[in-house]
Antibody
């Protein structure tokens, strides 16, 4: 069965960087894109960007350009999302997610979420 | 960017009620829309993809309709586990924006 397992909670100082991992299993890793979505406390869902797990190509939301980098390691079926210059507004739960099958427009598989707290 | 709006933002209903939530896109997105519900402390759960296709394992009381800019999620008979926040998301054009959410609460 498809599983996305994320790394654990992080606490960071303002200005620091964080790197979150999302390990995929139960399917051919390079077949699908992985999405990143975040949710600040008490707020809605915010789509951040996407990485092609096969070719490595990425698309980021413009507000995060220059601050986030999404990468993948095909040898371990893992994608990473790194965010730099953290500020308090980046405190959120970060999720990776995937569509159910090629061509479907919806995110069926989600990681468990990684809480990131940015506080001095 | 495509802006997504939802109405209502809050809805109070009883078990057994028929509930309808509307989602509107700022420009046409064909049928490239998904619906989710989310409970506190949990990841979102996909209900509908491609605007009207029921995700595997989701009860048939959920249905979606619409195309272009206007979409609807209907719950035919609200059940206790359906009290949650509902989000739409367009997956037509990057960035794949979400609606602000509709919280469905117990009357």
């Amino acid at each position: 069965q498809v599983q996305l397992v994320q790394s654990g909670a992080e606490v960071k100082d303002p200005g620091a960087s964080v790197r979150i991992s999302c390990k995929a299993s139960g399917y051919t890793f390079t077949t699908y894109y992985l999405h990143w979505v975040r949710q600040a406390p008490g707020q809605g869902l915010e789509w951040m960007g996407i990485i092609n797990a096969g070719g490595g190509g990425t698309t980021y939301v413009q507000k995060f350009q220059g601050r986030i980098t999404m990468t993948r390691d095909t040898s371990t079926s893992t994608v990473f999302m790194e965010m730099s210059s953290l500020r308090s507004e980046d405190t959120a739960i970060y999720y990776c997610a995937r569509i159910p099958f090629t061509g479907a427009r919806g995110l069926a598989y989600w990681g468990q979420g990684t809480p990131v707290t940015v506080s001095s | 960017d495509i802006q997504m709006t939802q109405s209502p933002s809050f809805l109070s209903a009883s078990v057994g009620d028929r509930v309808t939530i509307t989602c509107r896109a700022s420009q046409g997105i064909s049928g490239n829309l998904a619906w989710y519900h989310q409970k506190p402390g949990k990841a979102p759960n996909l209900l509908i993809y491609d605007a009207s296709t029921l995700q595997s394992g989701v009860p048939s009381r959920f249905s979606g309709s619409g195309s272009g800019t206007d979409f609807t999620l209907t719950i035919s008979s609200l059940q206790p586990g359906d009290f949650a926040t509902y989000y739409c998301q367009q997956l037509d054009t990057y960035p794949f924006t979400f609606g602000p959410g509709t919280k469905v609460d117990i009357k």
